[in-house]
C-alpha cells in the first residue's frame, strides 16, 4: 500500500472479527514503532502486548471501562502504550529542558503509536485507541513499573465493519502561513 493510501484509510474500528493475528506481524509494528524520533534519543516508548485468551479477558474487564469492552470484544490483542518518565524533556541531571516536561514523553510515544497504527493498516490489521482506561489496573496486571505512564491501550485485529470517515478539517482550518 502506498503511504498516503495507508495514512488515509487507517480508522478507528470499535468492531472486530475473531481472528487471530500473527505474532511477526506485532513485532512488525513495534519495530516501525520504535523508527519513529524521540527527544535526544531517549526512545522512551513502552509496549505491553496482551495476547492470551486469559489476559485478554482479564484486562479487558478489569481495566476498560464498559464501552471500551463492547468497542474491542473480539479484538484478539490489546497493546498497552506507556512511556518512561522524566528521561524525554529532561537534562541529565533530571530537570526538564522546558516547560512541557513529561509532555514530551507522551508526544514521542504518540509518534511512536502513529507508526505503529499505520504499519498495522499497512498489514492489513485494524486499530483502536482507547484513552479512557484505569492505568492504575493496568500497571497492576501487567507488571508496569512506577516509572513509566499508561498512556493508551490499542486495540488490534481484523476489522468487521468499515465505518464511514468523519469530517476532517481543511488545511485553512488548521494552519496558518506566515
Known amino acids: 500500500m502506498e503511504f498516503n493510501e495507508v495514512a488515509v484509510t487507517r480508522k ?23 523508527e519513529a524520533p524521540s527527544w535526544k534519543n531517549s526512545q522512551t516508548a513502552r509496549y505491553y502486548v496482551v495476547m492470551s485468551d ?5 484486562v479487558k474487564e478489569t481495566c476498560l471501562p464498559a464501552f471500551n469492552q463492547t468497542n474491542s470484544k473480539d479484538a484478539p490483542v490489546l497493546i498497552v502504550a506507556a512511556f518512561v518518565k522524566n528521561r524525554s ?31 498495522a493498516k ?7 485507541v482507547m484513552g479512557i482506561r484505569d492505568a492504575g489496573k493496568l500497571r497492576e496486571l501487567l507488571s508496569i513499573g512506577e516509572d513509566q505512564d499508561v498512556a493508551a491501550v490499542i486495540a488490534l485485529g481484523y476489522g468487521a465493519a ?17
Open 89 to 119: 524533556g529532561y537534562e541529565n541531571d533530571g530537570t526538564p529542558s522546558n516547560e512541557l516536561g513529561n509532555g514530551w514523553g507522551c508526544y514521542d510515544l504518540g509518534m511512536h503509536n502513529q507508526n505503529l497504527l499505520l504499519k
Open 12 to 34: 478507528s474500528i470499535r468492531k472486530y472479527a475473531a481472528r487471530p493475528v500473527a505474532k511477526e506481524d506485532i513485532e512488525a509494528m513495534l519495530r516501525c514503532a520504535m
Open 122 to 128: 499497512d498489514l492489513g490489521l485494524d486499530t483502536l
Open 54 to 58: 486469559d489476559m485478554l479477558k482479564k
Open 162 to 178: 468499515d465505518p464511514q470517515m468523519p469530517k476532517r478539517c481543511t488545511v485553512r482550518e488548521i494552519a496558518r502561513f506566515y
